[in-house]
């Protein structure tokens, strides 16, 4: 059996409200935020796939407006891109 993209859905979810580090802050538990940080980071390390989308959550990214790796490339080759992508 493959691989599942278990983290895709809850990456998504925490992304809502500024994200879970907004959250915590907001409740004046920042330094306990950081502590969860850490610990997935050390636990975690391995996990290419998740590491790269937990650290996107972690920085407050919304990787729902992050264009494609061929939108990126059109861009530098000064291709022409379709309407509505800027």
Same mark, same amino acid.
């Given at each position: ?6 983290? *895709?859905?809850?990456? @998504? ?5 500024? +994200? ?5 802050e =907001?409740?004046? %538990? ?18 290419? *796939?998740?590491?790269? @989308? ?5 920085? +407050? ?5 992050? =264009?494609?790796? %061929?939108?990126?490339?059109?861009v ?5 891109q ?5």
């Amino acid at each position: 059996m493959g691989k599942m993209p278990a983290y *895709g859905p809850s990456a @998504r979810s925490s992304q809502h409200s500024g +994200g879970p580090g907004r959250r915590y802050e =907001r409740a004046g %538990l920042a330094a306990d935020w950081q502590c969860v940080v850490n610990e997935v980071r050390a636990e975690h390390r391995r996990k290419t *796939g998740f590491m790269s @989308r937990f650290n996107e959550v972690v920085a +407050g990214l919304d990787s729902s407006k992050k =264009r494609s790796f %061929l939108e990126r490339a059109k861009v530098s080759w000064g291709m022409p891109q379709a309407e509505g992508k800027q």
